[in-house]
């Protein structure tokens, strides 16, 4: 096991909070914003419960902030639909990770770190708006509600701990809210049959960056080190043998020698991929067939997790491969059970 019993006990309770923070916001758009969607073609002669309902906004509404960051829905009527978006999609992560690279060349921080911030606070904003919307959406301004402007004064917040101040503790917070942001914004371009593909396909990416190219595991090096910030879960401990060392009776001239020169810790990381794409699955399940549906997804996915941290040793490892047949085994078993 790469990680200590507690780190890897702590990395899977935040990717089950993420999950479960992520489907009630999502669950909040679909009630607020979203239109009704239509089943697979595979399940559509079954009877399952949508849990989209038709919009309950007002024409007022439809001109708010989440309205105006999120995309509208995607008509996917044919098969060359459901292609050319999922095409789309796999060439925008594929740019995205070009330009980081170029930046990462040239050095650019405030580059990245802008680039950086800018997600963050879109994400958050949408979080942390849909997550208030039940509560406060009722006290209405002129194109926006007090739900949305305490959203952005909480993401403006978290934003500048979690990139310009690098407190470890604003980051792991704000990562248990981010990702139901970018889930929210993929949501509209996503079915049933073009999450499946994607998970594949960023499966077989994430094994080629890291074993073949190694570019993913010199991302988040530089990220690490050159940044201080990283998309994904960060939690940096003492390795039992500093443990051990600390307690010892050098205690004192440890100490001494710390303050002339940073000691080293381990570091525990889960990537916000990993995060975010499963998060993206048990999403269009909790919109095609539910609640129930969608915890059991959270639920395989998790207990993959828990597999590969388990058996993993000391070496960079791909954590979408399991994950994704954890997402896919889930949905299978919810659809055998229920």
Known sequence: MKHTPKIVALLLCMFLLTHIIGLFVVANYQKYFA??????????????KQITQPS????????????????????????????????????????????????????????????FAFVIFIALTISFSLLLYPLLSRFSFAFTNLAELLGVLLALFFTYL????????????????????????????????????????ISLYDVIAVFKTGHMVEMAKFQIQKLGIIAGLLIPYLSKKQLQLLKSKYLA????????????????????????????????????FGWLYALIVTLCSTLALLLLMLFSDDKPYPAMPPITVGCLSGLMLALLLI
């Not at 239109?35 to 399952?48: A, G, M, R």
């Open 162 to 201: 979690k990139v310009f101040k690098r407190d470890i503790i604003a980051h792991n917070l704000s990562e248990l809210f981010v990702y139901a942001g970018i889930a929210v914004i993929f949501l509209p371009l996503l079915n049933l049959q073009i999450i499946i593909a994607l998970l594949l396909l």
């Open 56 to 115: 309950q906004i007002s024409q007022k509404q439809n001109l708010t902030l989440i309205s105006q960051l999120v995309p509208e829905k995607v008509e996917i009527k044919q098969t060359i639909d459901a292609l050319v978006l999922l095409t789309n999609l796999i060439m925008a992560i594929v740019i995205a990770t070009i330009i980081f690279l170029f930046f990462t060349r040239i050095k650019s921080l405030k580059a990245i770190k802008l680039w």
């Open 35 to 48: 239109t009704p969607v239509t089943f697979f073609p595979v399940f559509e002669n079954k009877t399952l």
């Open 253 to 288: 001239r440890i100490k001494k020698k710390a303050k002339q020169k940073k000691l080293k810790v381990a570091v525990a990381i889960l990537g916000g991929g990993d995060l975010a794409f499963s998060l993206m699955f048990a999403s269009v399940v909790l919109v095609y």
